[in-house]
């Protein structure tokens, strides 16, 4: 009984899942080596990093961004023609999918979020829209409709990523670093910035906090965080077409966060996760999976605000709390 | 000399005059009270001077310099501090973290020093921890250090957040009606901890309707109505002026 209540509070500790995390992680290519099972592993971590700074932004900001989808196809396209069509190395293409989407979120943040109001939703939105007509109809740019083939694998100087299992520690590395770094800034003099912020933009700027360069800044971040995922898979599945960055993609991020949690490092997982296997789960009923999408969205917003995770963590503190009694 | 001018301060509401040509200044290191009757103005100037709100005409001159070309957010940097009417202290943060918040402008780690948990952050955060729990400990207020901000009784929510506003080492500290809601007891104390703040170099502007405070602490009063200023002077000569009399002391009495 006694050993039953030390492993219940053994694995409610926040270190010890994290431990059992990275340590799957680090073996998860030698348990599971069939390709799609890794594949699996590494969509999801891409899809960590997408999401990673989208939840800051959500979570500590308050506001909706559906730039998503673009800044990720920004990233992607940015890194495949540097390395395809100019022959620049690869990790320079990386660095300059980072920069050009973070770039243009922090015009686009410098544009919207000094006004009251959710000006930034609306023109995140046309963003997509926009992103979408250029790579499609600048055929002499971008390839156009037919995409951009034959993009090389990841290299960092002399080594070269090509292996499924070698692409999966990479891309693990980077998903975890981020959310490393999400956490850290959470937990510090910016992260009380932005609660601040939340609590009462009045009370915060008195207090010589600058509300409009903090959220500046965190959407910025958005954008180098979803740049930097969309290189990562522009390299890893080798061709890449305007389909993969669509509106869908973004509105279903935006949702995915409400459903999985804003606020946690486990619910910008789950989200992950759920983004990559959605399409397997439907199956052949794939054409309802908007349909679907919504159902579960309306049903969590009904009857679990501050998402799943957040559900699952008060429900853990309640367990918690008897059993230390 | 002055720390505080302001000159023809004025600031309309689409079509309402919520300060209307106000003139006064405040002498440094005095505590200086704003009265008035309910709606003449008072928060208003309380707002522009912090930076809450550009001011339709007029300038406010701090220190030597024109505020109302300053960027808002950088005015608690240069030495004023505020207090709200209805305390604004962040429910969703600790107590001590709420003070934290108040060396916000005098620490300096980033997006990315923090993203990275560089050494010279962990310095910065735990030294500003130190200096938070010396402003708790002035305050009665370290046995409260860990709870949310937001489960504090009301009269702690405003200690606290003269705590918080004092971190930010003002030399200007805007008070705006701060005993509103405390027991008689709780406003003796806070009382006493104006003197105090007072007697350590701080310039105190403070807005009050409990008169009788106002009249022993202050060394100068203004008097607005409808937005304008009626009347001006050391608390024996408001108390005894006519005009101040009947728009504002008759109708409350004096306590
Ligand atoms: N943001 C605003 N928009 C429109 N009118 C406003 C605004 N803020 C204040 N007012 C109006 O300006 C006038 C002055 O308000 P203010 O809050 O400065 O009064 P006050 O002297 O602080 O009153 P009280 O003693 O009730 O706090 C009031 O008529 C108020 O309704
Ligand atoms: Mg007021």
């Known amino acids: 009984m006694i050993t039953i209540r030390l492993l219940l509070r053994g694995l409610f500790h926040k270190r010890i899942l994290t431990g059992v995390g990275i ?22 971590g891409i899809f960590v990093v997408l999401l990673v700074g989208l939840s800051l932004f959500i979570g500590h900001v308050g506001q909706f961004s559906f730039a998503q989808a673009a800044f990720y196809g920004m990233g992607a396209y940015t890194s495949s023609l540097l390395t395809t069509r100019l022959g620049v190395a690869v990790w320079l293409g990386f660095l300059a999918a980072g920069a050009l989407p973070g770039l243009t979120a922090y015009a686009i943040g410098s544009l919207t979020l000094r006004l009251r109001g959710y000006y930034l939703a609306m023109v995140t939105l046309a963003l997509c829209g926009i992103f979408h007509v250029f790579v499609t109809e600048q055929y002499s740019i971008t390839g156009g409709p037919s995409g951009v083939y034959g993009i090389p694998p990841l290299s960092f100087g002399k080594i070269r990523v090509e292996s499924a299992a070698s692409y999966h520690y990479v891309v693990w590395t980077i998903a975890v670093l981020s959310l490393i ?25 008195v207090l010589g906090i600058d509300v409009s360069g903090y959220k500046i800044k ?39 966060l409400a459903i999985g949690g804003v606020r946690n490092i486990s619910g910008v997982v789950m989200g992950a996760g759920f983004t990559t296997i959605f399409p397997f789960l439907l199956g052949p009923y794939q054409k309802y999976n908007m349909l679907v999408f919504g159902i579960i969205l309306v049903l969590v917003l009904m009857f679990l605000p501050g998402g799943i995770t957040g559900v699952i963590g008060r429900k853990i503190e309640g367990a918690k709390a008897k059993l230390l009694v | 000399m002055a720390l505080l001018d302001i000159f023809n301060l004025t600031k309309n509401f689409d079509g309402l005059v919520a300060v209307d040509n106000v003139n006064f200044s405040v002498g440094e290191r005095t505590i200086t009270a704003i009265i008035g009757p309910n709606g003449a103005g008072k928060t208003t100037v309380f707002n522009m001077i912090s930076g809450l709100g550009k001011p339709t005409s007029g300038s406010i001159i701090f220190d030597g310099l024109e505020l109302t070309k300053v960027k808002e957010y950088k005015l608690c940097g240069m030495g004023i501090g505020r207090v709200f009417q209805i305390p604004k202290i962040f429910g969703e943060l600790s107590v001590l973290e709420n003070v934290m918040v108040g060396f916000h402008a ?48 009301f009269g702690n929510q405003r200690l606290l957040e003269i705590a918080r506003a004092l971190a930010t080492e003002p030399k200007l500290l805007l008070l705006d009606e701060p005993t509103a809601g405390l027991t008689p007891a709780e406003t003796e104390v806070l009382k006493n901890r104006i003197l105090t703040i007072r007697d350590s170099g701080t310039t105190i502007l403070i807005v009050e309707h409990n008169l009788s405070m106002v009249f022993s602490i202050s060394d100068h009063v203004i008097v607005l109505n409808y937005g304008k200023k009626i009347f001006e002077g050391p608390p024996t000569l408001v108390r005894r002026n006519p005009e101040v009399i009947d728009a504002y002391i008759g109708r409350r009495g004096l306590k």
């Open chain 2, 106 to 153: 005098q620490t300096r780690s980033d997006l990315v020093k923090t993203g990275l948990h560089l050494p010279s952050m962990v310095r910065e955060e735990n030294m500003i921890r130190e200096w938070a729990l010396k402003k708790l400990e002035m305050f009665n207020l370290l046995e409260s250090e860990e709870k949310l901000a937001g489960t504090l009784p």
């Open chain 1, 23 to 44: 340590g799957v992680l680090l073996v998860f290519p030698f348990i599971f080596s069939r390709e799609y099972l890794i594949n699996v592993s590494i969509f999801t």
């Open chain 1, 181 to 205: 770094f999400s956490r850290n800034i959470t937990k510090s003099r910016v992260g009380r910035a932005l609660k601040a912020i939340e609590g009462s933009e009045d009370a915060a700027t």
């Open chain 1, 218 to 256: 965190i959407f910025t971040l958005t954008g180098v965080s979803a740049g930097i995922a969309g290189s990562l898979f522009a390299h890893y599945v080798t061709y890449i077409a305007p389909g993969n960055f669509t509106l869908d993609l973004s509105i279903w991020l935006v949702v995915i």
